[in-house]
């Protein structure tokens, strides 16, 4: 546990410049942030509220990306002869591309949850056909943050970080077969790896719309309310929340681990410098 550990804080100090310039430009997205909101009427800063939490779904695999491609290109040899196991060598990187995705979202968190400032500058806002009382939303908006939706704003960061770990894991599994295949194929790896993502995506589109899959996934559907806003406070009622089936779930967390111990599999046998 004790060396693992210590491969994690040396994940985590090679993702510090990647993590210091993300936090950059969330700062600089947060003032521009605060400007918009008193700026204008218009809602925009919730706009741009809602595209920086949702960015953090590809932040991950970025973070990852970046760290496991520069480990190959700088310190290949003396990472693959270090005596832990692939899978702690690659759940180090993936635990720190984690944290950093935490921290971020905690980070963001300061002022997309105060993104209803720009409503205080008008009586009514319509967004989408929908008229929104402004007085009243302002006034319900620390009842709302601070009961249902900061609640829930962890449940979608949660939410977020699942997402993100799913595509990481696929990243991390074509980028150690593509490396594995490199004895192999000495040219046109990249075309390999651009050919199997299509591949891979065309034969996920076949299964999702099979009959079998419905029936394998279908089941144990839950929700996750988000918030809801009562005629009072918009010109029709607003009910927002998320659905989820378990059986897609645990399906998810299977593949998830079948590409983990494949890619960590093939990092201990068929990699070499």
Request: net charge positive.
């Amino acid at each position: 546990m004790k060396a693992w550990l210590m491969l994690l804080n040396k994940e985590v100090r090679m993702n510090k410049n990647f993590i210091f310039w993300g936090l950059v430009l969330l700062l600089g997205a947060g003032l521009l942030n605060i400007y918009m909101s008193y700026q204008s009427t218009e809602p925009i800063s919730i706009v741009i509220a809602v595209l920086v939490t949702f960015i953090h779904v590809f932040y991950l695999p970025l973070i990852f990306l970046n760290s496991i491609n520069k480990e190959w290109k700088h310190t290949a040899q003396i990472w693959l002869h270090l005596p832990q196991p692939g899978w702690q060598l690659l759940s180090a990187k993936l635990v720190a591309a984690i944290i950093a995705v935490i921290f971020s979202y905690c980070f963001t968190s300061l002022f997309v949850l105060g993104a209803g400032l720009d409503i205080s500058n008008a009586q009514s806002l319509t967004i989408d056909g929908i008229t929104f009382n402004g007085k009243l939303l302002l006034d319900s908006i620390g009842t709302l943050y601070w009961g249902g939706i900061y609640g829930n704003w962890i449940l979608l960061g949660i939410a977020i970080v699942a997402i993100s770990i799913y595509w990481t894991v696929w990243l991390m599994f074509i980028f150690i077969m593509l490396i594995a295949l490199k004895r192999y194929i000495k040219k046109g790896l990249w075309l390999l790896g651009v050919i199997f993502l299509v591949v891979i995506s065309k034969a996920a589109a076949f299964i999702k719309f099979s009959s079998w899959y419905e029936t394998l996934t279908q089941w144990g559907s839950f929700n996750i309310p988000l918030f809801s806003m009562s005629s009072e406070m918009t010109s029709k009622m607003m009910d927002l929340s998320c659905s989820f089936q378990t059986g897609k779930v645990l399906l998810l967390a299977f593949i998830i681990a079948i590409l983990f111990f494949i890619s960590s599999w093939l990092l201990d046998h068929r990699i070499e410098v």
